[in-house]
């Protein structure tokens, strides 16, 4: 074996958590059982710390990242003047300095035990700066972390001056995943028009289909059920993702249970967007204020299948961030009063296997046959890691180690005295 990681407790999908030890030999899981003795080039004691499989960012926007402030602030803080901010800002970029912010933001998303992320790219740009600045990421970083391009017409499909056009490039160009954005265009007969273009090209294409969708206040706004619709009709089950889905949340309770019944039926998978969706929405509301955040709690407890994205790292949309999927997965629980047991576990499950399956990652968790990519926590349980947010202490990828955290130390004093460590 490579490595063995002695006395781990194991987190693997939604089973519960075990002790055992976990043998790697090159990029794979070979063995998850107790007391392996196999020798190894390399044994880790893991001390009953919590191993995963690698973390997961299902929606990023990794082309905006590390631009807050370069334009303009974004003083009212509202969707829509980033949107403004960004079509201003989009030009004045070169494919350099996108992969150099890029670049840096995806390290503190390996570092904090990430190992899969899929990324929308702006295409609505002649020279189509952020395809090609990502393409080329994904293809340097690919022995550090998958990366999957989401083709994203920010601007809009039908809104944008040849918006069509843009897309068909971006796909030709390499995208992994059809995107869009049907409740941007003008009129709700345009925004139809896009989903069933997003639908029309991934079945041409053999791609999956990732769609901002929803991602206003307005109760009027129910392109998810479009999606569902499509979905259901053209059997692409598990394989349409509707992002954000925040108009979800003000739905009266009739039309909501109505059309999360039919997300069910239909296989689409959700993925919410803590950082954005609650710092974004509901800003014209006085009080009682929104929350913002779709029915994360509701449609796990229907089956749906919901998954979780950091969003925005530093952009005109949300100045802050740092790329840490525990910090989103923890205000998700946090936003969605989700304290119970087996909710904490489910946040903690959304940035992990429930991701795996939102973009259709295979071979994914801890598990022989697996590919060994994996992160040991400096804790012992899925709760303690949310409660905590501790290091993670050994980062894998492909079975190699791509990163390391030393846990930090603290120390109480018992009176006011000069205190000089040896």
Known sequence: MDFILKNANVAHLDQPIRQSDIAIKGDRIVAVEPNINTESGHIIDCNKKLVSGSLIDAHVHLDYVLVAGLERDNESGTLHEGIEIWSDFRNKRSVKTIKERARRAIEWEIAQGTGFIRTHADVCDDDQLSMKALIELRDELRDRIDIQ????????????????????????????????????????????????????????????????????????????????????????????????????????????????????????????????????QAREDTYPKRRGMTRVKELLSIGVNVGMGHDSIMDPWYPLGRGDMLEAASLTLHICQMSGNKEINDCFDMITWRNAHNLGIKDYGITPGAQADLVIFDAPTKADVLRLNPARTHVFKRGKIIAKTKPSESYVMDSAVNFIKD
């Open 149 to 280: 391009i989401v083709a994203f017409p920010q601007s809009g499909l039908h809104t944008y001056s040849g918006g069509v056009d843009h897309m068909k490039v971006a796909l030709d160009m390499g995208a992994d995943v059809v995107g869009g954005i049907p409740h941007n265009e003008v009129t709700r007969e345009a925004g139809v028009s896009s989903v069933l273009f997003m639908f029309d090209e991934a079945e041409k294409r053999g791609l999956m289909i990732d769609a901002h969708c929803d991602e206003v206040d307005d109760s009027h706004s129910r392109f998810v059920e479009v999606m569902a619709d499509q979905t259901l009709k053209r059997g692409m089950s598990n394989l349409v993702t509707a992002s954000h889905c925040v108009a979800l949340h003000s739905y009266n309770n009739s039309y909501a249970y109505r059309i999360m019944g039919w997300i069910k039926r239909s296989g689409l998978n959700v993925t919410a967007n803590p950082f954005d969706n609650t710092i974004l």
